[in-house]
T-cell receptor, first 112, second 115 residues
Framework: GENVEQHPSTLSVQEGDSAVIKCTYSDSASNYFPWYKQELGKGPQLIIDIRSNVGEKKDQRIAVTLNKTAKHFSLHITETQPEDSAVYFCAALQTSYDKVIFGPGTSLSVIP | NAGVTQTPKFRVLKTGQSMTLLCAQDMNHEYMYWYRQDPGMGLRLIHYSVGEGTTAKGEVPDGYNVSRLKKQNFLLGLESAAPSQTSVYFC??????????????FGPGTRLTVT
C-alpha cells in the first residue's frame, strides 16, 4: 500500500523567511496530493492541493510542486508570518480508491 | 452550517469500559472517516464509510467498531477500552471520489484518555 514520508518533523524560521516541507510517496498510482494545516486544538484544514497532471500550483504565499518521476512533492511558504505556525500534513490519494494516506506531520514555528 | 461536529470533546475512561463517539455532518457528504492522531504518527485511518449503511476497515481498525445508520452520522465505538487507545480522534467527511473536490472536512477532535 501507499506510504508517505515527510521531512522535516520540526521547522523553525524567522518571520519573513521562507519555509519548505518535503514529502515522498511510494505508490505511483497516487494522483492527488493535498496539504492540510492543523492549528493547536483544531482539526486539520485543507490549504492547497495538486493533481498529478500539474507540476506546480500557487495560492498567494503558498505553493506546491510535484515531481511524479521522483515521487516527491513539496510545500513552499514565502514571507512567513506568526499565524503560519501550525502542524502541516501532506497526503497522497488515488482518486479511484477510498483511502487518503497522511504523512507524519511537520511542526512549523515562525519566530517574530 | 456547522460543518463536522464531534461529541464529546474530552473523555476519560478506565480500562475495560466502553464508549461511543458521535460524528455529525450537515454537508450531505457521502464519505465519512474516523482517524486517530498520535504524536509523530500523523493521522491514521481507523474505519470509513462510503455511504449510508456501509463501513470498511482502515489502517488500524482493531478494537473499534463503527456504524453509519444515517447519512449524516458516523459512530465510533470502543467495546473494551485499552490504554493503547489513548489518543485524539478526528472525524472527517467528503464528497465521493468520482469527481472533485476531494477535500476532507475535519471535526474539532475528541481527546480520549484511557487509564
Amino acid at each position: 500500500g501507499e506510504n508517505v514520508e515527510q521531512h522535516p518533523s520540526t521547522l523553525s524560521v524567522q518571520e519573513g523567511d521562507s519555509a519548505v516541507i518535503k514529502c515522498t510517496y511510494s505508490d505511483s498510482a497516487s494522483n492527488y496530493f493535498p496539504w492540510y494545516k492543523q492549528e493547536l486544538g483544531k482539526g486539520p484544514q485543507l490549504i492547497i492541493d495538486i493533481r498529478s497532471n500539474v507540476g506546480e500550483k500557487k495560492d498567494q504565499r503558498i505553493a506546491v510542486t510535484l515531481n511524479k518521476t521522483a515521487k516527491h512533492f513539496s510545500l513552499h511558504i514565502t514571507e512567513t508570518q506568526p499565524e503560519d505556525s501550525a502542524v502541516y500534513f501532506c497526503a497522497a490519494l488515488q482518486t479511484s480508491y477510498d483511502k487518503v494516506i497522511f504523512g507524519p506531520g511537520t511542526s512549523l514555528s515562525v519566530i517574530p | 452550517n456547522a460543518g463536522v461536529t464531534q461529541t464529546p470533546k474530552f473523555r476519560v475512561l478506565k480500562t475495560g469500559q466502553s464508549m461511543t463517539l458521535l460524528c455529525a455532518q450537515d454537508m450531505n457528504h457521502e464519505y465519512m472517516y474516523w482517524y486517530r492522531q498520535d504524536p509523530g504518527m500523523g493521522l491514521r485511518l481507523i474505519h470509513y464509510s462510503v455511504g449510508e449503511g456501509t463501513t470498511a476497515k482502515g489502517e488500524v481498525p482493531d478494537g473499534y467498531n463503527v456504524s453509519r445508520l444515517k447519512k449524516q452520522n458516523f459512530l465510533l465505538g470502543l467495546e473494551s477500552a485499552a490504554p493503547s487507545q489513548t489518543s485524539v480522534y478526528f472525524c472527517a467527511s467528503s464528497y465521493d471520489r468520482s469527481t472533485p473536490p476531494y477535500e476532507q472536512y475535519f471535526g474539532p477532535g475528541t481527546r480520549l484518555t484511557v487509564t
